[in-house]
């Protein structure tokens, strides 16, 4: 794997974090206030100025409801983990109902996966 800058992650945290807060109708006021961060902070992190410290990346994925799958996909160059990440961002899309269905069916295979593995 090729190193990555802070420079670099930085730029890429502020841009999905931006698309996320964009996509979840918020704007940074409402983040600012909701993070208990200045504005001028939230400002400079989506545009990849300032580093995210822990404990606010912490709050905005809660916020945002964001996986951090999604937020290191830039970074990642397995490819299994990538299919994985890409699953997730579908997922991500659906309404509660269909998520809901969709663990349901996982729960299955994983239990028919078992079942084989008891029946050999």
């Keep these: 794997m090729s190193t990555i800058s802070k420079s670099e992650i930085d730029k890429i945290f502020g841009k999905v974090l931006k698309k996320f807060r964009v996509k979840r109708g918020l704007t940074q006021e409402d983040l600012s206030e909701r993070l208990g961060i200045s504005l001028k902070y939230i400002s400079r992190i989506e545009n990849g100025y300032n ?9 905005y994925l809660n916020i945002l409801r964001l996986s951090p799958n999604i937020l290191y996909k830039d970074f990642i160059e397995d490819e299994e ?3 994985t ?4 961002e579908k997922i991500d899309t659906l309404p509660p109902e269909k998520k809901e269905f969709i663990s349901s069916m996982i729960d299955l295979l994983q239990d028919l996966d078992e079942k084989t593995r008891i029946d050999k």
């Design 81 to 83: 983990t990538k299919k």
């Design 85 to 88: 990440i890409a699953l997730s």
């Design 51 to 59: 580093g995210v410290k822990t404990q606010t990346l912490i709050k």
